[in-house]
């Protein structure tokens, strides 16, 4: 047994003995395990299932809520909120986008819808229980879309244009449970625990040598106060080598995947406190997302009210 | 072949996804009992990567990809499945012999029993390439897809992983040393 072919028979023979079949009840604790386990969402690349029908359903649900509004408007004695509070003006710009056709007139913002959305004043509400009455209104340009899990409201949004390097761009709101070890060897179960404060989250990125950190500056965003804090993939990162080909700097606490959508990219995190729960509003970009680009993602995070 | 249900599963159809674990579950299995070769840690690699695989079912680009896609995780799920056992496995008894030879003809019992030591002597990851290589009959790139490793670090690894085997073969092979005449 000692020439390449006798060798090479023997270990062909050597591996085709053994089980080659998984036990029924193996696939009974799979079935049991994925009944009460959330698929991880991504967010950033927009690949929802079904996408086909994303633009399909915004535009009919916006057409629903035009409708409704319209129709709300013109009754006698409409144009009011309905509920109490300040009554904030109507936001929804009459310019459609090509996807959807949103609502010409307004009583304040609307609810994000999933798919691609007109220019206009929305409110999101992105978490689940315990956090799910936290909003976020803003405003966004023309030319954008929102995502996010099926069956929830969106976790953020990106251009239509697109989200990934070397120019794309995407925002996002998160709370986040843990933080990988090895971003790049995500699979791993070496999840980093955070503690409830904004400090334990940016001490803990600014901690970790798989990534670069700035320096975290004291900030005030939508009302709240925090820390920002931004993330750069290290220089030279071959994503491919990553496992998936992904850089997982977190896992979200309410299972979502956010992870980088190519090299160089670069996570800006506000890291705030709202009334006691840490709650991240975070853009995506890249060095070579371009500087006008940057500037209407940061007119959208300047948008921001946050409504605890 | 598996797009439909591919499709279904990453709308959250767990149905969808069952039927889809029932099409690759046996595949999976061989694979990581040969790169394990231990049927309990390999059932618990599969298990692990077929959750792992629902789970992040949604990050697949490609649904026709799934399959390659699959093995990859069940590749990393064997690694930390070993690394978990890892005292466990230092104690693994050698599997009985099985006395029927394979298709292509281990030669011997003897040989049977050497190439399984030699084997197991060999990293998880130069199995790992044997598997894919010499029992799924992958070719190289093929391989350095589903392991999600460089194609040169594949043929490397092969290289490597081959010319252990040999060596190992060799060693049992050689009489005993004088020492251990002496000894005896």
């Not at chain 1, 070579?288 to 940057?294: I, N, R």
């Not at chain 2, 697949?60 to 930390?80: G, Q, S």
Request: aromatic share 6%; glycine share 10%; with cysteine.
């Amino acid at each position: 047994m000692t020439t390449s072919r006798d060798l090479e028979r023997s270990l062909r023979a050597y591996l085709d003995e053994g089980p080659s079949v998984l036990p029924d009840r193996s696939y009974d604790v799979v079935r049991a395990d994925i009944d009460r386990t959330r698929q991880r969402v991504v967010i950033g690349p927009w690949r929802e299932p079904r996408m086909s029908n994303l633009p399909r359903i915004a535009i009919a649900a916006a057409a629903v809520l035009a409708v409704v509004i319209v129709g709300y408007n013109v009754l006698p004695g409409g144009g009011g909120t309905g509920g109490p509070g300040p009554s904030p003006s109507p936001t929804v710009s009459p310019t459609a986008t090509p996807q959807p056709t949103a609502a010409p007139e307004a009583t304040g913002p609307i609810s994000l819808p999933l798919g691609p959305v007109a220019a206009g004043t929305y409110v999101v509400h992105p978490f689940l229980a315990p956090n799910d009455s936290i909003g976020f209104q803003l405003t966004l340009p023309p030319g954008w879309e929102a995502g996010g899990p099926t069956g929830r409201a969106p976790v953020g949004a990106a251009p239509t244009t697109g989200h990934e390097g070397p120019g794309g761009m995407s925002f996002g709101f998160l709370t986040i449970a843990s933080l990988e070890g090895d971003p790049c060897r995500w699979y791993e179960p070496a999840d980093i625990e955070i503690g409830p404060a904004v400090d334990d989250l940016v001490t803990a990125l600014a901690a970790n040598p798989g990534y670069e950190t700035t320096a975290p500056v004291d900030v005030a965003l939508g009302g709240f106060s925090g820390t920002r804090i931004d993330v750069q993939l290290p220089a030279g990162l071959d994503l491919a080598a990553c496992d998936a080909g992904e850089f997982h700097v977190w896992a979200d606490g309410d299972g979502q995947t956010i992870y980088a959508q190519g090299p160089e990219g670069r996570f800006h995190l506000w890291i705030l406190d709202v009334r006691g729960t840490t709650v991240v509003v975070m853009t995506h970009d890249f060095p070579g997302t371009p500087a006008d680009d940057q500037a209407e993602l940061q007119a959208i995070v300047d948008s921001i009210q946050i409504q605890p | 072949m598996h797009r439909a249900l591919v499709d279904r599963a990453k709308g959250g159809d767990g149905e969808a996804f069952d039927a889809l674990a029932r099409t690759v579950g046996d595949q999976c299995m061989a694979i990581a009992y040969r790169i394990l070769r231990d049927a309990d840690l390999a059932d618990d690699a599969v298990q692990a990567a077929l959750i792992t695989a629902w789970r992040e079912l949604r990050t697949l680009r490609d649904p026709d990809r799934f399959e390659p896609w699959l093995h990859r995780i069940l590749t990393h799920e064997c690694y930390a499945e070993a690394r978990r056992r890892t005292r466990w496995s230092a104690e693994l008894r050698i599997l009985p012999v099985d006395h029927e030879q394979g298709a292509g003809g281990i030669r011997s019992v003897n040989d049977r029993d050497q190439l399984d030591r030699a084997f197991r002597r060999l990293t998880l990851e130069q199995r790992a390439v044997l598997v894919f290589h010499h029992y799924l009959d992958l070719p190289v790139v093929e391989v350095a897809e589903r392991l999600g490793i460089p194609v040169g670090t594949v043929k490397s690894r092969l290289h490597h992983a081959v010319a252990a085997l040999r060596a190992s073969l060799e060693a049992d092979a050689r009489p005993p040393s004088v020492s251990q005449e002496r000894l005896a």
